[in-house]
């Protein structure tokens, strides 16, 4: 079955920096690949999302880019804010599957 | 429009009680989620309705069952709660099978 892994576990970046969070997947009929901020205490909030027929996708400071041959994607954040910091998952899923398989987290730290 | 919604929002259990985990949404969504996360590992897939009147197993059903009440709702009960039950539980919901929005949490202790 599918396997996520995600890189680094802890970030800590200055205000203003970017943030960069990696991961690989295993299956590559995995087509769907969405990132969630999850903020203490609250359920994880979908940010972004990618599509394999699609390279890289910008929503403000965040994007994600796909390297389907390496079967990685990546989320990036330019000019980090405080407000940024979070814990961060990546996911990867299949057409018409209902699983969606998660990376184990990336804890975010923006310094002020 | 509340999203989804979940109760309780905090449990504590003695090991071999049971409870049933409630999770409802407002959004008309024709799929429901329970997933439990574990510091370090994620979010992990219990079980799964595709749609009213279906259930399936995830990738962690062992010691739970789930019931699709209606298209708003969908409970997980645990009939004999075991310390490894101890976690955070989350419900999602979503349109297309893919996008998903989760509520905001059953943290769950059992003792």
């Known amino acids: 079955g599918e396997n996520v892994e995600q890189h680094p576990s802890t970030l800590s970046v200055q205000e203003g920096d970017s943030a960069v969070i990696k991961c690989t997947y295993s299956?590559?009929?995995?087509?769907?690949f969405p990132w969630y901020k999850q903020e203490l205490g609250k359920g994880p909030q979908l940010i972004i999302d990618?599509?394999?027929?699609?390279g890289e996708k910008k929503d403000q400071r965040i994007a994600v880019t796909l390297n389907k041959t390496a079967k990685h994607f990546s989320l990036h954040i330019t000019e980090t804010q405080p407000e940024d910091s979070a814990v961060y998952f990546c996911?990867?899923?299949?057409?018409?599957?209902?699983?969606?398989?998660f990376g184990s987290g990336t804890r975010l730290l923006v310094r002020p | 429009n509340a999203g989804v919604t979940q109760t309780p929002k905090f449990q504590v259990l003695k090991t071999g009680q049971s409870m049933t985990l409630q999770c409802a949404q407002d959004?008309?969504?024709?799929?429901m989620y329970w997933y439990r996360q574990d510091p370090g590992m994620g979010l992990r897939l219990i079980y799964y309705?595709?749609?009213?009147?279906?259930?399936d197993k995830g990738e962690v059903p062992n010691g739970y069952n789930v019931s699709r009440l209606n298209k708003r709702e969908f409970s997980l009960r645990l009939e004999s709660a075991a310390p490894s039950q101890t976690s955070v539980y989350f419900c999602?919901?979503?349109?297309?099978?893919?996008?998903?929005?989760f509520g905001p949490g059953t943290r769950l202790l059992v003792l």
């Open positions: 959004m008309n969504h024709n799929s």
């Open positions: 990618i599509r394999s027929n699609v």
């Open positions: 309705s595709a749609s009213e009147g279906t259930t």
């Open positions: 996911a990867a899923s299949m057409d018409s599957s209902y699983k969606l398989i």
């Open positions: 999602a919901s979503s349109v297309l099978p893919q996008t998903q929005y």
């Open positions: 299956d590559s009929a995995s087509n769907y």
